[in-house]
């Protein structure tokens, strides 16, 4: 049971505009940046999105990010067939000593 | 340029200690702000956060699994080593290690580089 709540499934059609959510609580989202990995099949994670909204150089602006309270969000313009991915959201607990937590993934079909 | 890599035995059994090393270049671990992190993922499931090191040797765990596991570094080496004890079936999975830091205003910290993954069995 992951600690931020996802969606395990979305999809959309070439072209269209997707948004994946991520819940968690006040002492996680609510007080801390989030960060999003996008997860191609047999790969590694990438840093897709990191506090809450900013995009590492080499990130298409079609990926874009957001944050209020407890709940942040991932929107994909312009779906490519290549985004087909699981997406995660993660961000830092401030409760006991911190720790990172990650949301459960969602599975971003393309149709 | 950045780069990770995990090692480490591919098929432990159950109740045995496993010890994965993560070996890095491209960034030093005595740098401030650095950190190297570990992070799991079951075959078809989520990723896991496991474990975290500083520059500082300050090591921050995973509440769930504090009692089982140790993560130490040496910086002269640029290794990372993550030891995880009494494994059990559950714990199969590819396990990955990645760098940690903050951008540039200092504010937001982010796993920005992974290595391969290393996939770990346990089993008899």
């Known amino acids: 049971q992951s600690v931020l709540t996802q969606p395990p499934s979305a999809s959309g059609t070439p072209g269209q505009r997707v948004t994946l959510s991520c819940s968690g609580s006040t002492s996680n989202i609510g007080s801390n940046a989030v960060n999003w990995y996008q997860q191609l099949p047999g790969t590694a994670p990438k840093l897709l999105i990191y506090g809450n909204n900013q995009r590492p150089s080499g990130v298409p602006d079609r990926f874009s990010g957001s944050k209020s309270g407890t709940s942040a969000s991932l929107a994909i313009s312009g779906l490519q067939s290549d985004d087909e991915a699981d997406y995660y959201c993660?961000?830092?607990?401030?409760?006991?000593?911190?720790?990172?937590?990650f949301g459960g993934g969602t599975k971003l079909t393309v149709l | 340029q950045i780069t990770l890599k995990e090692s480490g035995p591919t098929l432990v059994k159950p109740t045995q200690t496993l010890t994965l090393t993560c070996t890095f270049s491209?960034?030093?671990?005595?740098?401030?702000?650095?950190?190297v992190g570990w992070i799991r993922q079951p075959p078809g499931k989520a990723l896991e956060w496991l474990a975290l090191i500083y520059w500082d040797d300050d090591k921050r765990y995973s509440p769930s699994l504090k009692s089982r596991l140790t993560i130490t570094k040496d910086t002269s080496k640029n290794q990372v080593v993550l030891t995880m004890t009494n494994m059990d079936p559950v714990d199969t999975a590819t396990y990955y290690c990645a760098h940690s830091h903050y951008d540039s205003s200092g504010y937001y910290v982010f796993f920005d580089y992974w290595g391969q993954g290393t996939l770990v069995t346990v089993s008899s």
């Open positions: 993660a961000a830092w607990d401030d409760s006991l000593s911190g720790y990172w937590v």
């Open positions: 491209g960034f030093s671990l005595s740098t401030s702000a650095v950190g």
